[in-house]
């Protein structure tokens, strides 16, 4: 009996361990929205030093897709030519940093009214279809944007998109670059101050998806910037 419970022991032991490194093994599924839009056009060197960095930083850990914005002009009932900029995919799924820098040093800015909650959903489900197309591979969904919040003409509600987030477990982290954003009140997040409803916004998202916001400091290496959204640790350089 004492020797039939020591070999089942063992073999629960085996099992536990083999479980173990198979989970190990798993890789997260990266998604980056890197803003492109017009109030970025002052920040793009910054957008394209954090992006490197977040590349660097995870691309050992799993693939990673980029995507950013792009100029689409349609015509309205009252015949009102209208630019919206819409997400629109970038690179897909690679662990390769060359191809993946390339992209990003290459990113110009774009024209539009910005569509960031509808981009975001999108990143979001790309992220989302990619782990189930290929199930038991993965351990985690991470998005991760760098933008200054500005939204001026989604259709998906802010609410909405944090409940599909949370529903499908894609964690969202956020470099918040607030010095780029628009003067004038025409935006989807309601506040006497529109930089502060972007802030917010940035803010709850990030809080509700289990993921980490930072607004980037004058000490701050872009190093230190990814890392505490990584692990959470503030560091400020001397």
């Not at 819409?86 to 774009?110: R, Y």
């Not at 998806?209 to 400091?217: D, E, S």
């Amino acid at each position: 009996m004492k020797r039939r419970i020591l070999i089942n022991l063992l073999l629960l032991t085996i099992f536990c361990a083999v479980t173990a490194s198979a989970q190990d093994g798993k890789k997260n599924a990266y998604g980056i929205l890197l803003d492109n839009t017009g109030t970025m056009r002052t920040q793009m060197d910054n957008v394209k030093i954090i992006g490197r960095e977040i590349v660097k930083q995870v691309n050992q850990r799993g693939a990673v897709s980029l995507l950013n914005f792009e100029t689409v002009e349609f015509t309205t009932k009252k015949s009102e030519r209208i630019k919206i900029a819409q997400v629109a995919t970038g690179i897909e799924w690679t662990q390769e940093d060359k191809p993946l820098n390339q992209f990003i040093d290459n990113l110009l800015t774009v024209a539009g009214l910005t569509t960031l909650v509808d981009a975001i959903q999108a990143s979001a489900e790309k992220v989302n279809s990619k782990v189930d197309s290929e199930k038991g591979k993965f351990s985690e969904k991470v998005l991760f944007l760098i933008t200054d919040g500005e939204d001026r003409d989604s259709k998906t509600k802010p609410d909405e998109l944090i409940k599909f987030l949370k529903e499908n477990k894609i964690k969202v982290h956020a470099v918040g670059l607030l010095e780029g954003f628009g003067k004038d009140s025409d935006y989807l997040f309601p506040s006497k101050n529109p930089k502060d409803g972007a802030k917010k916004f940035l803010e709850k998202i990030t809080k509700e998806t289990g993921g980490r916001v930072v607004f980037p400091k004058a000490k701050q290496t872009v190093e230190d910037i990814v890392k505490n959204l990584l692990t959470g640790n503030i560091k400020e350089s001397k």
